[in-house]
């Protein structure tokens, strides 16, 4: 059985569809790459996948006993209101909160997990200061350090590396790809950065006016490739 | 000065006076512990449409000659909230312009109702005081002091016992339910919690004056610290302070109780601000 499975799904907003017959399954260790031009509707899938926003037609279905609260996620934007109090660490650490039920205050493992998911991201110096006072690219790896708080299973990447310089783009392609080879974590990445992307994907998924799903392979050869080169080139 | 002590020293014999300071301490930090998740969360337009729906129920209250109105108006304030964040999350009829119907509609019924079914012969005075507080907080029966203090602790036992929850709710309530946080039960909690927070404040200043109790400590702390935790702290500590202090000057300058409170909180608040600029 499948973690994900897509089937003629159709997604969209207020009745008005954006992406429309949309199949594809996503096995556990699978390390998917969805791509398309902007507005095509990468950000508004994953939204469905994680049931921020219900599918027009069709559905996306969780297999293989994938609970929500096994799921990270890296949201393209966080609309956090500009005078929020809160520091790194505390943002870190609720990324724990998935996996507490009703548990009121953060064990031993919660905490050590989030200061190592706060070194991962290079943020140890930064672990006291205000969030709201960091610069995007900061904002950026602490919210991908809850990301990694709250990941079991699968782990979901809204264009993960926007806003970081080349040396933490270069760790961060690493990172997930070690947490998708050694912890055996399903990916789902959205990326504009079609080179570094493929090099570590093993599935594609071209949202747009074609359609495509397959392996990286397939993929590389396929027309769905050719329109968006023509884009990225022109 | 002798004098004012005297004074203050005559009022606290009578046990109303020091119930009066108990509960009312105890209302002004259970309140300025949902202050920042108010403030921040759009939640504080629940809070304000709220606190006329509390006014309502009060009316409703004082013309069935309810000797403990406060269990009639919580019951009436709860439900409304749990239907208020119904409407609010449903797309269809924005949940502000609800909030403003239900608010005013309270507000303007609870008063015709007062007037055709006058209680007292000082209407305005019984008006003025659901709205402003007045001396309602000295006028507590037995059983609505009890009530007030087992529901202020209740309300600080469950901020305390959920308050990672409400913290990563607060923060960002999309990111909680895509990894499966139960945050429309969070919700629901916040907006029953912050009823209970009205009923009780409303007792010590008011149903107009209730947002500025709630949200003022937490608008001071959050000028000078930056964490969570830290203002939650500072506004607590704040708003006790201040609540104290307004009772207190309250009895001896014989001023309304719930606008002394709100005018020395208007002071912390302008001290932090100059604090928070000065600190930079
Ligand atoms: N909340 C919303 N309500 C209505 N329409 C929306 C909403 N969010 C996005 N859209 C529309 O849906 C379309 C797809 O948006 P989406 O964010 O999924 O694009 P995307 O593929 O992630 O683009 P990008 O590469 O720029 O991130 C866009 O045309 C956008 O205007
Ligand atoms: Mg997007």
């Known amino acids: 059985m499948s973690l994900l499975i897509c089937e003629n799904a159709s997604l969209g907003y207020e009745g008005r569809p954006i992406v429309q017959n949309l199949s594809f399954t996503v096995e556990e260790g699978d390390y998917l790459c969805v791509v398309g031009e902007n507005g095509s509707g990468k950000s508004t899938l994953m ?12 559905s996306i279905k969780t297999g293989d006993g994938l609970k929500a609260n096994e799921i990270g996620y890296l949201p393209q934007q966080t609309p956090v209101q500009r005078d929020f109090p809160a520091t790194v660490r505390e943002i870190v650490r609720s990324g724990c909160q998935n996996r507490m039920g009703l548990k009121p205050f953060y064990s031993k493992e919660d905490k050590a997990r989030a200061e190592e998911n706060i070194r991962r991201m290079g943020l140890e110096e930064l672990a006291g200061r205000c969030y709201r006072e960091l610069s995007g690219g900061q904002q950026q790896r602490v919210l991908l350090a809850r990301a990694l708080c709250a990941t079991g299973r699968l782990l979901l990447l809204d264009e993960p590396v926007a806003g970081l310089d080349p040396k933490v783009t270069a760790e961060l392609y690493q990172l997930i790809a070690d947490l998708n080879r050694k912890d055996g974590i399903t990916i789902i990445m959205i990326s504009h950065d079609l080179n570094a992307a493929l090099a570590y994907a093993s599935k ?13 392979e397939a993929y590389l050869d396929s027309e769905a490739l050719s329109g968006l080169n023509r884009e990225v080139t022109a | 000065m002798n004098g004012i002590f005297d004074k203050l020293a005559a009022s606290l014999e009578f046990p109303f006076v020091r119930y009066a300071l108990i509960v009312g301490t105890l209302i002004a930090l259970c309140s300025s512990l949902f202050g920042v998740t108010l403030v921040l969360k759009r939640f504080s337009f629940i809070g304000d449409g709220l606190s006329h729906v509390a006014f309502g129920a009060m009316a409703i209250a004082m013309i069935l000659r309810l000797t403990n109105e406060m269990p009639l108006v919580l019951v009436l304030t709860i439900i409304s909230a749990v239907l208020l964040l119904r409407t609010g999350q449903n797309t269809k009829i924005r949940g502000d312009a609800a909030v403003a119907m239900v608010s005013v509609g309270a507000l303007a019924l609870g008063y015709l109702l007062m007037n055709l079914f006058p209680t007292s012969s000082n209407l305005s005075g019984d008006v003025c005081s659901t709205l402003f507080g007045a001396f309602s907080i000295l006028t507590l029966s037995q059983t609505e002091v009890w009530l007030s203090v087992a529901l202020s602790l209740l309300v600080v036992g469950l901020f305390v016992f959920f308050y990672n929850k409400i913290f990563a709710v607060t923060f960002d309530e999309n990111f909680s339910r895509a990894t499966g946080v139960n945050a429309p039960g969070y919700n629901l909690l916040i907006a029953v919690i912050v009823a209970v927070i009205i009923v009780l404040a409303m007792n010590l200043v008011g149903s107009l ?14 000028r000078v610290y930056k964490s969570f935790l830290s203002v939650t702290i500072c506004a607590a500590v704040v708003s006790v302070i201040c609540a104290v202090l307004g009772m207190l000057i309250a009895i001896v300058a014989d001023t309304p109780v719930g606008s002394t409170i709100v005018a020395v909180n208007i002071a912390a608040f302008l001290s932090f601000a100059l604090a928070g600029k000065l600190k930079g």
């Not at chain 1, 949202?207 to 392996?215: D, E, N, R, T, Y």
């Not at chain 2, 209730?210 to 001071?220: C, E, K």
């Open chain 2, 209 to 222: 004056l209730i947002s500025a109790l709630i949200i003022f400590p937490a608008l001071s702390a959050m």
């Open chain 1, 204 to 216: 594609v998924l071209h949202v747009g006016h074609h359609l495509f799903f397959g392996s990286k």
């Open chain 1, 47 to 58: 939204k469905t996948i994680l049931g921020l926003t219900p599918p027009l037609k069709g």
